[in-house]
């Protein structure tokens, strides 16, 4: 069946640096865009990063622009999201999306909690 598993949040003071994985398996990876959203308690579900099927395009959130880098291996079936320079309002729960426009299909992780404190 089709599963994404994030990996890598943790508790990190500010100015840190955390990587987040997505792994995935159950359909095609390398057919399908890859997102990074974030959801801090009581605000909406953001796009933090986004990536083409192929990785020859990336898309960032301003806030995140500079300090966040989005990355994928397809011969893992992995997305990556790099985060440096962590700030107290980075926290929250980061999910993976993957999506395949054309057909109209989706998926999404079930989510990891990064919590950015001193």
């Known amino acids: 069946q089709v599963q994404l598993v994030e990996s890598g949040g943790g508790l990190v003071q500010p100015g840190g640096s955390l990587r987040l994985s997505c792994a995935a398996s159950?359909?095609?990876?390398?057919?399908?865009?890859m997102s990074w959203y974030r959801q801090a308690p009581g605000k909406e579900r953001e796009l933090v990063a986004s990536?083409?099927?192929?990785?020859?395009?990336?898309n960032y959130a301003d806030s995140v622009k500079g300090r966040f880098t989005i990355s994928r291996d397809n011969a893992k079936n992995t997305v990556y999201l790099q985060m440096n320079s962590l700030k107290p309002e980075d926290t929250a729960m980061y999910y993976c999306?993957?999506?395949?426009?054309?057909?109209?299909?989706?998926?999404w992780g079930q989510g990891t909690q990064v919590t950015v404190s001193s």
């Open positions: 999306k993957a999506r395949w426009a054309i057909v109209g299909r989706s998926y």
């Open positions: 159950g359909f095609t990876f390398s057919n399908y865009a």
């Open positions: 990536i083409t099927s192929t990785g020859g395009s990336t």
